[in-house]
């Protein structure tokens, strides 16, 4: 298979990558709807799903908090192949942006420079009253508590939760880059999450492959189908 997605790679002039939680899992960051992903955790008294709502949030910021630091923050995870094949695609000029799923910046830390991040990033974070930015280290600082930014306010994470949009100037420059790619990788996602994953509709190019574990919606309209983990998969299709 590795083959076929080199002979693909070596061929395409403008490839785009979509990629989800699958692309951290060999970063050892949990995904969300596997047997071990985060969603299947049972000791707090609300389910993932609605512990990561905009409502929660503000109604309960120190169990969403608590939750956030246990299971969202991986300040130790490092890139993995993946990551580290996509940013060399780039500097070879072959790949033109990286569109994401992941809030961790594991892409940027690999060496990518044209990173979309769909859900925002857990790097980022900001006072809700006077805008005051905040880096991870900060939030870092705070744990166990509610981050509290130097004026009082409460400092949110720049990650889209439910209940919240996307940013459209981001989603604006994904469907652009979709649209003009020859080639795109979509790797680690179950392509389960909309409005995300509608984004797959807008390619018009010659070959889309999917790399995941499990079956997707888009399957059929696949030129090549890899069940194999994409650090793997990635790192030797990579020259």
């Not at 047997?35 to 929660?56: A, W």
């Not at 956030?68 to 991986?74: A, E, G, L, S």
């Not at 459209?168 to 652009?176: G, S, T």
């Not at 650090?231 to 030797?236: A, I, T």
Request: glycine share 8%; hydrophobic share 35%.
């Amino acid at each position: 298979m590795s083959k076929e997605l080199r002979e693909i790679i070596k061929n395409s002039r403008r490839i785009v990558f979509f990629g989800g939680a699958g692309v951290s899992t060999e970063s050892n960051i949990p995904d969300f709807r596997s047997d071990e992903g985060i969603y299947q955790e049972k000791k707090y008294r609300f389910s993932p799903e609605v512990m990561l709502s905009h409502t929660f949030f503000m109604r309960y910021p120190q169990e969403f908090y608590d939750f956030y630091f246990d299971k969202m923050i991986y300040p130790d995870a490092k890139p993995n192949p993946a990551h580290l094949a996509l940013a060399r695609l780039e500097q070879q000029g072959k790949l033109t942006a990286v569109i994401t799923q992941n809030i961790d910046g594991l892409h940027q830390k690999a060496g990518s420079k044209k990173v979309l991040e769909l859900h925002g990033s857990v790097l980022r974070n900001s006072c809700m009253d006077c805008g005051k930015q905040y880096d991870l280290s900060d939030m870092l600082a705070q744990r166990g508590s509610v981050p509290h930014c130097s004026c009082g306010g409460i400092i949110k994470p720049d990650v889209v939760l439910y209940e919240e949009g996307l940013d459209q100037a981001i989603i604006e420059e994904a469907v652009w880059h979709i649209r003009h790619a020859d080639c795109m990788i979509v790797g680690g996602t179950s392509l389960a999450v909309y409005p995300a994953a509608g984004l797959i509709r807008y390619f018009r190019g010659k070959h889309l492959v999917l790399i995941n574990k499990t079956a997707t919606s888009y399957d059929s309209d696949a030129t090549l189908i890899i069940r194999e983990p994409i650090g793997k998969v990635l790192g030797e299709a990579v020259e």
